[in-house]
């Protein structure tokens, strides 16, 4: 712990030059004094390292030292302080080691192309969750994510809908999908997707597996997630929609939803109202999809949606006019 704490001291001063004590330990979430006894051993290890006393003092490196990363050009160590995200290098608890591997590239730039750097991360912030998601607790993570690194198998009590499953599987991958955490993991031979807050516990197993030589994290969860998002179309409705309110589909529909309902319409006629049919997870979804298009959509098949559309304006209209 130590000797990563003095390599980030080392890279501070030498990527901003002249610090002081206080401004040091806290960027370093320690004491002063540990500050000082960091820098008498930075300077015993043949650090050109000194501070100087009073308001106008502080610590720096000798004018000139540097230690440097090579191999890295100017747009690649954009990429690197622009790739990932902070928060989901923290949930990992690789927060600290990002933060030094950021350090390490910006002391590998020149004076003259560090300054555009940091213009990356004070310019660009990714916010991964949704509007109004909160997000999951996953106090399991970090176990997850050490079986992960060290390809060890994990016995899991999951949550489902209806019971709590014991499983023992071998982690993959995690994949983080707006603000929420996903384990691949093979059980078996089946390799499937397991959301990381219903992992009620996890412990790390002391058996190694062997990896699928032939696995892709990546093209693995964009077959999977676009297979589970056809699966959850299970019902269809025929319905009439003004072209003039075609894009309010989006506002509570699936895009997988949408984009088969689209493809299915018919040419406008007089009016300008298409034919459609749209799919989705259940009736009352779908209505609950239809809804905020009002007066300019009508459902025509099947007869049980239609009567529940009914039915809720009917309740509509007599709260709002008693």
């Known amino acids: 712990m ?16 002249r610090s002081t004590a206080g401004e040091l330990a806290k960027e370093l979430e320690v004491s002063v004094r540990t500050v000082y006894r960091d820098v008498e051993a930075l300077s015993a290890a043949g650090v050109p390292v000194y501070s100087e006393p009073g308001r106008a003092g502080g610590v720096q490196l000798v004018d000139g030292y540097r230690t440097r990363l090579t191999g890295l050009t100017t747009d690649e160590a954009d990429a690197v302080l622009l790739a990932g995200l902070p928060g989901a290098a923290a949930d990992l608890g690789l927060g600290t080691v990002l933060a030094t591997a950021q350090l390490k590239v910006l002391a590998a730039l020149p004076p ?17 969750p949704g ?16 079986a992960l690194w060290h390809d060890r198998k994990l ?17 993959l991958g995690l994949v983080m999908k707006a603000g929420t955490w996903y384990l691949v993991a093979r059980d078996g031979t089946a390799i499937r997707s397991y959301r990381v807050s219903r992992i009620r516990s996890a412990e790390q197993t002391s058996e190694s597996f062997d990896r699928p030589t032939d696995f892709d994290l990546a093209d693995h969860w964009s077959t999977a997630a676009d297979d589970f998002a056809q699966s959850m ?6 319905c009439r929609i003004a072209t003039t309110h ?44 239809l809804m905020p298009l009002g007066e300019y959509a009508e ?9 529940r ?6 309740r509509m209209h007599a709260r709002y006019h008693d």
Not at 3 to 17: E, F, N, P, Y
Not at 233 to 238: D, S
Request: proline share 6%; no cysteine.
């Open 299 to 307: 459902i025509l098949d099947p007869p049980e949606l239609r009567a």
């Open 233 to 238: 179309l299970r019902v269809r409705a025929r």
């Open 131 to 146: 509007w109004f998601h909160r997000p999951d607790e996953t106090p399991t993570l970090n176990t997850v994510a050490d």
């Open 155 to 171: 016995r899991v009590h999951y949550g489902r809908k209806d019971k709590v499953v014991d499983r023992t599987l071998d982690p």
């Open 112 to 128: 003259e192309l560090r300054g555009r750097a940091t213009r990356i991360a004070e310019r660009v912030h990714i916010d991964a």
């Open 2 to 17: 130590r000797a990563s704490r003095l390599v980030q001291l080392l890279l501070i001063l030498q990527t901003r030059g």
């Open 246 to 289: 075609l894009r309010m589909l989006r506002l509570m529909n699936e895009p997988a939803a949408v984009a088969e309902a689209l493809a299915s319409a018919t040419e406008p006629d007089a009016e300008g109202w298409v034919e459609l049919t749209l799919p989705s997870e259940s009736y009352e979804v779908l209505a609950h999809g």
């Open 309 to 314: 559309m009914a039915e809720t304006a009917a």
